[in-house]
């Protein structure tokens, strides 16, 4: 199975930078997508951005210009980096690893991090 583990989030201001860094560990030959989700209290999570296995990326609407996500393969580790910041984007962000579908040898079920708290001031 593969496991991952976020780092990176903290207390800024709007218009402020941060990264945030997933380390991947595991059957990292499972996995197919990276991505990341962010939740806010009483809200639903929701797709902030995606890594394909040929790296074509996607982003959701309002962090479109501002993310970026991106990875080190010799690190197992991808990453968020985010840009002029907005209170809207206070959130726990959660890293996850999508498997292969083809191999019955790979743990079928999409991996989660921990979580990173971001809280934007304004």
């Known amino acids: 199975q593969v496991q991952l583990v976020e780092s990176g989030g903290g207390l800024v201001q709007a218009g402020d930078s941060l990264r945030l860094s997933c380390a991947a560990s595991?059957?990292?030959?499972?996995?197919?997508?990276m991505a990341w989700y962010r939740q806010a209290p009483g809200k639903e999570r929701e797709l902030v951005a995606e890594l394909a296995s040929n790296d074509t990326t996607a982003y959701t609407d309002s962090v479109k210009g501002r993310f970026t996500i991106s990875r080190d393969n010799a690190k197992n580790t991808v990453y968020l980096r985010m840009n002029s910041l907005k209170p809207e984007d206070t959130a726990v962000y959660y890293c996850?690893?999508?498997?292969?579908?083809?191999?019955?040898?790979?743990?079928?079920?999409?991996?989660w991090g921990q979580g990173t708290l971001v809280t934007v001031s304004s």
């Open positions: 595991g059957d990292t030959i499972c996995i197919s997508t």
């Open positions: 996850n690893a999508r498997p292969w579908g083809d191999f019955p040898s790979c743990n079928p079920l999409d991996a």
